[in-house]
Protein backbone atom coordinates (compact mmCIF):
# COMPACT_ATOMS: atom_id res chain seq x y z
CA UNK A 1 0.00 0.00 0.00
CA UNK A 2 1.29 3.08 -0.98
CA UNK A 3 1.54 5.68 2.10
CA UNK A 4 -0.40 8.56 1.20
CA UNK A 5 -0.21 11.87 3.53
CA UNK A 6 -3.60 13.94 3.78
CA UNK A 7 -3.34 17.58 5.46
CA UNK A 8 -7.16 18.15 5.95
CA UNK A 9 -9.86 16.36 7.16
CA UNK A 10 -13.24 15.49 4.59
CA UNK A 11 -15.08 18.09 6.77
CA UNK A 12 -12.35 20.98 6.34
CA UNK A 13 -12.26 19.50 2.58
CA UNK A 14 -15.78 20.60 2.29
CA UNK A 15 -15.26 24.00 3.30
CA UNK A 16 -12.54 24.73 1.19
CA UNK A 17 -14.59 23.59 -1.53
CA UNK A 18 -17.86 25.46 -0.19
CA UNK A 19 -16.37 28.49 0.20
CA UNK A 20 -14.83 28.27 -3.59
CA UNK A 21 -17.80 27.91 -5.04
CA UNK A 22 -19.25 31.13 -2.73
CA UNK A 23 -16.36 32.66 -4.66
CA UNK A 24 -17.34 31.87 -7.94
CA UNK A 25 -20.77 32.62 -7.45
CA UNK A 26 -20.49 35.99 -5.48
CA UNK A 27 -17.45 37.57 -6.85
CA UNK A 28 -17.08 36.16 -10.17
CA UNK A 29 -14.24 36.22 -12.06
CA UNK A 30 -12.87 38.42 -15.15
CA UNK A 31 -13.35 36.63 -18.64
CA UNK A 32 -10.79 38.23 -21.24
CA UNK A 33 -12.08 36.09 -23.92
CA UNK A 34 -15.60 36.51 -26.00
CA UNK A 35 -15.76 32.69 -26.53
CA UNK A 36 -15.39 31.73 -23.38
CA UNK A 37 -17.85 34.30 -22.06
CA UNK A 38 -20.37 33.11 -24.41
CA UNK A 39 -19.92 29.89 -23.41
CA UNK A 40 -20.49 30.83 -19.60
CA UNK A 41 -23.26 32.87 -20.92
CA UNK A 42 -25.17 30.03 -22.86
CA UNK A 43 -24.42 27.49 -19.75
CA UNK A 44 -26.40 30.09 -17.31
CA UNK A 45 -23.72 32.23 -15.80
CA UNK A 46 -24.43 35.83 -15.11
CA UNK A 47 -22.69 38.24 -16.97
CA UNK A 48 -21.87 41.75 -15.57
CA UNK A 49 -20.37 44.74 -17.21
CA UNK A 50 -19.12 42.18 -20.14
CA UNK A 51 -16.46 41.11 -18.64
CA UNK A 52 -16.97 39.94 -14.71
CA UNK A 53 -18.82 36.21 -15.12
CA UNK A 54 -20.61 35.11 -11.89
CA UNK A 55 -20.87 31.27 -12.17
CA UNK A 56 -23.39 29.25 -10.09
CA UNK A 57 -23.37 26.41 -7.95
CA UNK A 58 -24.68 24.01 -10.09
CA UNK A 59 -22.71 24.31 -13.41
CA UNK A 60 -19.30 24.17 -11.40
CA UNK A 61 -20.84 20.71 -9.90
CA UNK A 62 -22.25 19.54 -13.40
CA UNK A 63 -18.75 20.21 -15.13
CA UNK A 64 -16.66 18.27 -12.36
CA UNK A 65 -18.71 15.47 -13.31
CA UNK A 66 -18.38 15.55 -17.16
CA UNK A 67 -14.38 15.91 -16.89
CA UNK A 68 -12.13 12.57 -17.22
CA UNK A 69 -10.90 11.13 -13.86
CA UNK A 70 -8.12 9.56 -15.28
CA UNK A 71 -5.71 10.61 -18.72
CA UNK A 72 -2.89 8.44 -20.29
CA UNK A 73 0.11 9.73 -21.58
CA UNK A 74 2.61 8.06 -23.89
CA UNK A 75 6.03 8.54 -25.38
CA UNK A 76 6.60 9.44 -28.86
CA UNK A 77 7.16 5.48 -29.81
CA UNK A 78 3.66 5.04 -28.53
CA UNK A 79 3.72 2.93 -25.48
CA UNK A 80 2.12 4.12 -22.31
CA UNK A 81 4.25 5.86 -19.59
CA UNK A 82 2.09 8.42 -17.27
CA UNK A 83 -1.15 7.07 -15.60
CA UNK A 84 -2.73 10.25 -14.18
CA UNK A 85 -4.83 8.92 -11.92
CA UNK A 86 -5.64 8.41 -8.30
CA UNK A 87 -2.02 8.87 -6.39
CA UNK A 88 0.28 7.65 -9.12
CA UNK A 89 3.19 9.81 -8.94
CA UNK A 90 5.80 11.20 -11.63
CA UNK A 91 8.39 13.55 -12.05
CA UNK A 92 9.84 16.03 -14.49
CA UNK A 93 11.46 18.97 -15.11
CA UNK A 94 10.32 22.55 -15.85
CA UNK A 95 10.01 25.08 -18.44
CA UNK A 96 12.04 28.58 -18.97
CA UNK A 97 14.41 29.14 -17.00
CA UNK A 98 16.41 32.29 -17.53
CA UNK A 99 19.78 31.46 -16.66
CA UNK A 100 21.64 27.99 -17.04
CA UNK A 101 25.08 27.03 -14.52
CA UNK A 102 27.23 25.91 -17.04
CA UNK A 103 27.89 22.59 -16.82
CA UNK A 104 31.65 22.96 -18.30
CA UNK A 105 32.40 26.76 -16.44
CA UNK A 106 30.02 26.77 -13.46
CA UNK A 107 29.60 30.28 -14.88
CA UNK A 108 25.79 31.43 -14.31
CA UNK A 109 25.11 32.63 -17.97
CA UNK A 110 22.01 33.32 -19.93
CA UNK A 111 19.87 30.39 -21.71
CA UNK A 112 20.62 28.96 -25.04
CA UNK A 113 18.92 26.65 -27.01
CA UNK A 114 21.38 23.82 -26.41
CA UNK A 115 20.98 24.09 -22.88
CA UNK A 116 17.10 22.96 -23.93
CA UNK A 117 18.97 20.20 -25.94
CA UNK A 118 21.37 19.17 -23.23
CA UNK A 119 18.41 18.91 -20.78
CA UNK A 120 16.46 16.98 -22.91
CA UNK A 121 19.40 14.21 -23.18
CA UNK A 122 20.55 13.95 -19.85
CA UNK A 123 16.35 13.61 -19.12
CA UNK A 124 16.26 10.47 -21.82
CA UNK A 125 18.85 8.60 -19.82
CA UNK A 126 17.82 9.52 -16.02
CA UNK A 127 15.97 6.31 -15.02
CA UNK A 128 13.49 8.65 -12.37
CA UNK A 129 12.85 11.51 -14.84
CA UNK A 130 9.23 10.46 -16.47
CA UNK A 131 8.36 13.50 -18.28
CA UNK A 132 10.60 16.68 -20.17
CA UNK A 133 10.11 20.25 -20.37
CA UNK A 134 11.83 23.12 -21.78
CA UNK A 135 14.18 23.72 -18.82
CA UNK A 136 15.33 26.87 -20.34
CA UNK A 137 14.59 29.37 -22.16
CA UNK A 138 16.51 29.77 -25.00
CA UNK A 139 18.07 33.66 -25.20
CA UNK A 140 20.00 33.01 -28.93
CA UNK A 141 16.74 32.19 -30.79
CA UNK A 142 13.39 33.75 -32.42
CA UNK A 143 11.27 34.79 -29.51
CA UNK A 144 8.03 34.55 -31.79
CA UNK A 145 8.47 30.98 -32.89
CA UNK A 146 10.56 30.04 -29.59
CA UNK A 147 8.25 27.34 -27.92
CA UNK A 148 8.64 25.59 -31.39
CA UNK A 149 12.94 25.56 -31.11
CA UNK A 150 11.98 24.32 -27.84
CA UNK A 151 9.34 21.62 -28.60
CA UNK A 152 12.25 20.67 -31.96
CA UNK A 153 15.10 20.56 -29.28
CA UNK A 154 13.17 18.08 -26.93
CA UNK A 155 11.59 15.72 -29.54
CA UNK A 156 15.27 15.09 -31.03
CA UNK A 157 16.80 14.33 -27.68
CA UNK A 158 13.90 12.22 -25.98
CA UNK A 159 11.37 10.00 -26.50
CA UNK A 160 10.05 10.23 -23.17
CA UNK A 161 6.24 12.35 -22.33
CA UNK A 162 6.61 15.96 -22.87
CA UNK A 163 4.84 19.14 -21.37
CA UNK A 164 5.17 22.41 -23.66
CA UNK A 165 4.42 25.81 -22.41
CA UNK A 166 2.85 28.39 -24.87
CA UNK A 167 3.23 31.72 -24.88
CA UNK A 168 1.74 33.01 -27.85
CA UNK A 169 -1.18 31.66 -30.44
CA UNK A 170 0.62 32.41 -33.01
CA UNK A 171 2.54 29.02 -32.80
CA UNK A 172 -0.67 26.96 -31.73
CA UNK A 173 -1.24 25.41 -35.15
CA UNK A 174 2.57 25.27 -35.73
CA UNK A 175 2.93 23.23 -32.54
CA UNK A 176 -0.05 20.93 -33.65
CA UNK A 177 1.42 20.32 -37.13
CA UNK A 178 4.65 19.14 -35.90
CA UNK A 179 3.28 16.66 -33.12
CA UNK A 180 0.68 15.25 -35.43
CA UNK A 181 4.03 14.91 -37.89
CA UNK A 182 5.39 12.78 -34.90
CA UNK A 183 2.58 11.17 -34.14
CA UNK A 184 1.67 9.77 -37.35
CA UNK A 185 -1.30 11.46 -37.88
CA UNK A 186 -3.98 13.78 -35.88
CA UNK A 187 -5.76 10.33 -34.57
CA UNK A 188 -2.99 8.79 -34.02
CA UNK A 189 -1.85 11.85 -31.76
CA UNK A 190 -5.55 11.61 -30.27
CA UNK A 191 -5.15 7.94 -29.13
CA UNK A 192 -1.40 8.34 -27.97
CA UNK A 193 -0.94 11.40 -26.97
CA UNK A 194 2.70 12.16 -25.77
CA UNK A 195 2.59 15.86 -25.07
CA UNK A 196 0.82 18.26 -22.69
CA UNK A 197 0.55 21.60 -22.79
CA UNK A 198 1.41 24.17 -19.67
CA UNK A 199 -0.77 26.99 -19.27
CA UNK A 200 -1.68 29.81 -16.64
CA UNK A 201 -3.97 32.64 -16.49
CA UNK A 202 -3.67 35.86 -14.05
CA UNK A 203 -4.05 35.78 -10.87
CA UNK A 204 -6.59 37.30 -8.57
CA UNK A 205 -9.75 35.78 -10.74
CA UNK A 206 -8.61 37.08 -14.01
CA UNK A 207 -8.70 34.67 -17.26
CA UNK A 208 -6.73 36.67 -19.60
CA UNK A 209 -7.24 36.09 -23.36
CA UNK A 210 -3.80 34.50 -23.72
CA UNK A 211 -4.29 31.68 -20.86
CA UNK A 212 -7.76 31.22 -22.21
CA UNK A 213 -6.62 31.29 -26.09
CA UNK A 214 -4.45 27.87 -24.91
CA UNK A 215 -7.42 26.21 -22.63
CA UNK A 216 -9.81 26.33 -25.74
CA UNK A 217 -7.55 25.16 -28.52
CA UNK A 218 -6.23 22.49 -26.24
CA UNK A 219 -10.29 21.13 -25.42
CA UNK A 220 -10.59 21.93 -29.31
CA UNK A 221 -8.06 19.18 -30.12
CA UNK A 222 -8.35 17.35 -27.23
CA UNK A 223 -4.48 18.13 -26.07
CA UNK A 224 -4.63 17.62 -22.15
CA UNK A 225 -3.69 20.55 -20.59
CA UNK A 226 -2.14 21.66 -17.39
CA UNK A 227 -4.71 25.05 -16.42
CA UNK A 228 -3.40 26.38 -13.20
CA UNK A 229 -2.90 29.52 -10.81
CA UNK A 230 0.50 31.25 -9.42
CA UNK A 231 -0.67 32.23 -5.92
CA UNK A 232 1.20 34.43 -3.96
CA UNK A 233 -0.37 34.51 -0.51
CA UNK A 234 -0.26 38.07 0.49
CA UNK A 235 -0.19 39.83 -2.62
CA UNK A 236 -2.33 38.05 -5.58
CA UNK A 237 -4.31 36.48 -3.15
CA UNK A 238 -4.90 36.39 0.93
CA UNK A 239 -2.11 36.22 3.15
CA UNK A 240 -3.52 33.15 4.88
CA UNK A 241 -3.22 29.49 3.37
CA UNK A 242 -6.41 28.30 3.32
CA UNK A 243 -7.98 32.15 1.58
CA UNK A 244 -5.26 31.79 -0.99
CA UNK A 245 -6.42 27.35 -0.54
CA UNK A 246 -10.27 28.39 -1.94
CA UNK A 247 -8.82 31.59 -3.98
CA UNK A 248 -6.81 29.23 -6.33
CA UNK A 249 -9.44 26.01 -6.35
CA UNK A 250 -11.78 28.76 -7.51
CA UNK A 251 -9.79 30.04 -9.86
CA UNK A 252 -8.99 26.56 -11.44
CA UNK A 253 -12.96 25.24 -11.43
CA UNK A 254 -13.82 28.36 -13.59
CA UNK A 255 -10.91 27.35 -15.83
CA UNK A 256 -12.96 23.44 -15.67
CA UNK A 257 -15.69 24.55 -16.94
CA UNK A 258 -15.07 27.24 -19.36
CA UNK A 259 -12.86 23.91 -20.62
CA UNK A 260 -15.56 21.46 -20.41
CA UNK A 261 -18.05 23.43 -22.25
CA UNK A 262 -15.87 23.67 -25.09
CA UNK A 263 -15.63 19.78 -25.55
CA UNK A 264 -17.32 17.45 -22.99
CA UNK A 265 -14.70 14.96 -21.68
CA UNK A 266 -11.48 16.74 -23.04
CA UNK A 267 -8.40 15.54 -20.72
CA UNK A 268 -8.05 18.76 -17.99
CA UNK A 269 -5.21 18.75 -15.27
CA UNK A 270 -5.98 20.19 -12.28
CA UNK A 271 -3.56 21.95 -9.57
CA UNK A 272 -1.46 24.83 -8.94
CA UNK A 273 1.31 26.85 -7.26
CA UNK A 274 0.26 28.83 -4.07
CA UNK A 275 2.95 29.83 -1.45
CA UNK A 276 3.67 32.57 0.43
CA UNK A 277 4.81 35.86 -0.87
CA UNK A 278 7.90 36.87 1.16
CA UNK A 279 7.10 39.79 2.84
CA UNK A 280 11.03 40.12 4.01
CA UNK A 281 13.10 40.20 1.04
CA UNK A 282 9.93 40.22 -1.40
CA UNK A 283 10.16 37.05 -3.71
CA UNK A 284 7.91 34.02 -4.35
CA UNK A 285 10.19 31.48 -2.44
CA UNK A 286 10.12 28.04 -4.19
CA UNK A 287 11.64 26.13 -0.99
CA UNK A 288 8.71 27.42 1.18
CA UNK A 289 7.20 24.63 3.16
CA UNK A 290 3.42 26.69 3.19
CA UNK A 291 3.59 25.97 -1.23
CA UNK A 292 4.00 22.14 -1.08
CA UNK A 293 1.48 21.99 1.50
CA UNK A 294 -0.87 23.85 -0.17
CA UNK A 295 -0.04 21.23 -3.08
CA UNK A 296 -1.05 18.18 -0.86
CA UNK A 297 -4.29 19.70 -0.03
CA UNK A 298 -4.71 20.51 -3.65
CA UNK A 299 -3.84 17.00 -4.35
CA UNK A 300 -6.66 15.58 -1.52
CA UNK A 301 -9.15 17.77 -3.73
CA UNK A 302 -8.38 16.51 -6.70
CA UNK A 303 -9.05 12.97 -5.60
CA UNK A 304 -12.11 14.33 -4.15
CA UNK A 305 -13.16 16.21 -8.24
CA UNK A 306 -11.40 12.67 -9.62
CA UNK A 307 -9.21 14.56 -11.38
CA UNK A 308 -5.06 14.16 -12.14
CA UNK A 309 -3.39 17.26 -10.36
CA UNK A 310 -0.04 18.90 -11.22
CA UNK A 311 2.35 20.36 -8.38
CA UNK A 312 6.02 21.19 -7.66
CA UNK A 313 9.29 19.52 -6.19
CA UNK A 314 12.75 18.78 -6.26
CA UNK A 315 13.65 22.62 -6.32
CA UNK A 316 15.43 25.44 -4.51
CA UNK A 317 15.89 29.28 -3.67
CA UNK A 318 19.61 28.44 -3.57
CA UNK A 319 21.88 30.31 -6.15
CA UNK A 320 24.33 27.30 -6.07
CA UNK A 321 24.36 24.01 -5.97
CA UNK A 322 24.92 23.22 -2.15
CA UNK A 323 23.15 21.75 1.35
CA UNK A 324 19.96 24.65 0.90
CA UNK A 325 19.57 22.91 -2.19
CA UNK A 326 19.49 19.59 -1.33
CA UNK A 327 17.28 20.30 1.93
CA UNK A 328 14.92 22.20 -0.04
CA UNK A 329 15.02 19.47 -3.06
CA UNK A 330 14.88 16.62 -0.90
CA UNK A 331 11.94 17.49 1.11
CA UNK A 332 9.65 19.21 -1.31
CA UNK A 333 10.27 15.95 -3.67
CA UNK A 334 9.36 13.39 -0.33
CA UNK A 335 6.03 15.44 0.82
CA UNK A 336 4.69 16.37 -2.95
CA UNK A 337 5.02 12.25 -3.61
CA UNK A 338 3.60 11.18 0.04
CA UNK A 339 0.60 13.62 -1.08
CA UNK A 340 -0.03 11.59 -4.10
CA UNK A 341 0.67 14.55 -6.80
CA UNK A 342 0.51 12.94 -9.83
CA UNK A 343 2.72 15.21 -11.88
CA UNK A 344 5.61 16.96 -9.93
CA UNK A 345 7.48 19.08 -12.26
CA UNK A 346 10.52 21.54 -11.73
CA UNK A 347 13.13 19.20 -10.63
CA UNK A 348 16.36 20.38 -10.81
CA UNK A 349 14.82 24.41 -10.60
CA UNK A 350 17.47 26.84 -8.59
CA UNK A 351 17.45 30.29 -7.78
CA UNK A 352 13.49 30.60 -7.20
CA UNK A 353 12.58 29.27 -10.64
CA UNK A 354 15.32 31.78 -13.02
CA UNK A 355 17.89 28.95 -13.16
CA UNK A 356 18.93 25.60 -13.52
CA UNK A 357 22.08 23.38 -13.55
CA UNK A 358 22.81 20.06 -14.98
CA UNK A 359 24.56 18.60 -11.73
CA UNK A 360 21.35 19.73 -9.57
CA UNK A 361 19.10 17.86 -11.82
CA UNK A 362 21.24 14.75 -11.69
CA UNK A 363 21.31 14.90 -8.26
CA UNK A 364 17.21 15.27 -7.86
CA UNK A 365 17.14 12.20 -9.79
CA UNK A 366 19.02 10.16 -7.35
CA UNK A 367 16.74 12.03 -4.56
CA UNK A 368 14.18 11.07 -6.75
CA UNK A 369 15.05 7.26 -6.64
CA UNK A 370 15.33 7.30 -2.77
CA UNK A 371 11.57 8.70 -2.48
CA UNK A 372 10.25 5.83 -4.91
CA UNK A 373 11.55 3.31 -2.61
CA UNK A 374 9.30 5.45 0.42
CA UNK A 375 6.91 5.40 -1.62
CA UNK A 376 7.13 1.52 -2.14
CA UNK A 377 6.49 0.34 1.26
CA UNK A 378 6.67 -2.57 2.55
CA UNK A 379 5.26 -5.86 1.44
CA UNK A 380 3.37 -7.98 4.72
CA UNK A 381 3.24 -11.21 3.15
CA UNK A 382 3.93 -14.85 4.53
CA UNK A 383 7.27 -14.65 2.57
CA UNK A 384 8.27 -11.40 2.84
CA UNK A 385 7.48 -12.06 6.93
CA UNK A 386 10.23 -15.06 6.84
CA UNK A 387 9.31 -16.94 9.93
CA UNK A 388 10.21 -20.08 8.20
CA UNK A 389 13.76 -18.43 7.51
CA UNK A 390 13.70 -17.54 11.00
CA UNK A 391 13.29 -20.70 12.75
CA UNK A 392 15.62 -22.05 10.63
CA UNK A 393 18.41 -19.55 11.79
CA UNK A 394 17.81 -19.24 15.60
CA UNK A 395 19.37 -17.39 17.89
CA UNK A 396 23.25 -16.19 17.25
CA UNK A 397 22.47 -17.30 13.96
CA UNK A 398 23.30 -15.07 10.48
CA UNK A 399 21.43 -14.22 8.00
CA UNK A 400 23.82 -13.88 5.17
CA UNK A 401 23.74 -18.12 3.58
CA UNK A 402 19.89 -18.10 3.07
CA UNK A 403 18.87 -18.68 0.00
CA UNK A 404 15.50 -16.12 1.04
CA UNK A 405 18.40 -13.26 1.24
CA UNK A 406 19.52 -13.84 -1.82
CA UNK A 407 15.79 -14.00 -3.40
CA UNK A 408 14.85 -10.60 -2.21
CA UNK A 409 18.25 -8.59 -1.13
CA UNK A 410 17.93 -6.58 -4.12
CA UNK A 411 14.22 -5.72 -4.05
CA UNK A 412 14.26 -5.36 -0.33
CA UNK A 413 16.70 -2.16 -0.40
CA UNK A 414 17.47 0.81 -1.68
CA UNK A 415 20.89 1.10 -3.75
CA UNK A 416 22.08 4.70 -4.42
CA UNK A 417 24.17 5.44 -7.73
CA UNK A 418 25.73 8.89 -6.30
CA UNK A 419 25.04 8.68 -2.44
CA UNK A 420 28.37 7.41 -0.87
CA UNK A 421 28.20 4.75 1.77
CA UNK A 422 31.32 3.85 2.29
CA UNK A 423 33.77 3.21 4.93
CA UNK A 424 36.29 6.59 4.90
CA UNK A 425 39.67 4.93 3.76
CA UNK A 426 37.76 3.69 0.79
CA UNK A 427 35.89 6.86 -0.23
CA UNK A 428 39.29 8.50 0.37
CA UNK A 429 41.10 6.38 -1.92
CA UNK A 430 38.28 6.92 -4.57
CA UNK A 431 39.20 10.56 -4.40
CA UNK A 432 37.44 12.22 -1.35
CA UNK A 433 34.96 13.10 -4.39
CA UNK A 434 31.49 15.13 -2.80
CA UNK A 435 27.72 14.42 -4.31
CA UNK A 436 28.11 17.43 -6.28
CA UNK A 437 31.30 16.33 -8.00
CA UNK A 438 29.78 13.17 -8.37
CA UNK A 439 26.41 14.51 -9.88
CA UNK A 440 28.54 16.94 -11.98
CA UNK A 441 31.01 14.05 -13.73
CA UNK A 442 27.30 11.93 -14.35
CA UNK A 443 25.61 14.91 -16.61
CA UNK A 444 29.18 15.31 -18.43
CA UNK A 445 29.07 11.56 -19.25
CA UNK A 446 25.60 11.27 -20.07
CA UNK A 447 26.18 14.38 -22.44
CA UNK A 448 29.81 12.61 -24.09
CA UNK A 449 27.79 9.24 -24.40
CA UNK A 450 24.34 9.16 -23.70
CA UNK A 451 22.74 8.66 -27.90
CA UNK A 452 18.92 9.11 -27.58
CA UNK A 453 16.52 7.36 -29.89
CA UNK A 454 16.39 9.88 -32.67
CA UNK A 455 13.13 10.96 -35.02
CA UNK A 456 13.32 9.88 -38.60
CA UNK A 457 14.98 11.81 -41.34
CA UNK A 458 11.94 13.11 -42.89
CA UNK A 459 10.50 14.06 -39.74
CA UNK A 460 13.12 16.71 -38.81
CA UNK A 461 13.11 17.70 -42.32
CA UNK A 462 9.27 18.83 -42.13
CA UNK A 463 10.13 20.27 -38.56
CA UNK A 464 12.53 22.26 -39.94
CA UNK A 465 9.87 23.30 -42.52
CA UNK A 466 7.36 23.81 -40.09
CA UNK A 467 9.16 26.15 -38.30
CA UNK A 468 11.10 27.81 -41.43
Request: overall charge negative.
Amino acid sequence: MQPILNFLSERELDEIHTASLSILEKTGINVYHEEARDLLNSAGAKLEDNLRVKIPYGLVERTIEDAPGRTVIYNRRGEEKLFLEGSNVYFGTGSDLKFTIDIDTSQRRLSVIEDVEKAALVCDELDNIDFVMSYGMPSNVNKESMELYQLKAILQNTSKPVILTLFSSKVFTKMLEIIHRVAGNAKSFKEKPFLMVYGQFVSPFQHNREGLDRLLFCAENLIPIIYVPTIMAGASGPVTMAGSLAEGNAEVLAGLVIHQLKRKGAPFIYGGCIGPFDMRDSVFPYGAPEWHMSSAILAQLSRRYRLPVFGTGGCCDSKVVDEQAAIEGAYSLLLEALAGVNIIHDVGYMEGGLTGALDYLVMMDETVGLVRRILRNFDITIEKMALEVINRVGPGGNFLGEEHTLKHFREEAWYPDLFNRQTQKIWEDGGSTTLKQRSRYRAKEILMKHRPASLPGEVQKEIDRIIA
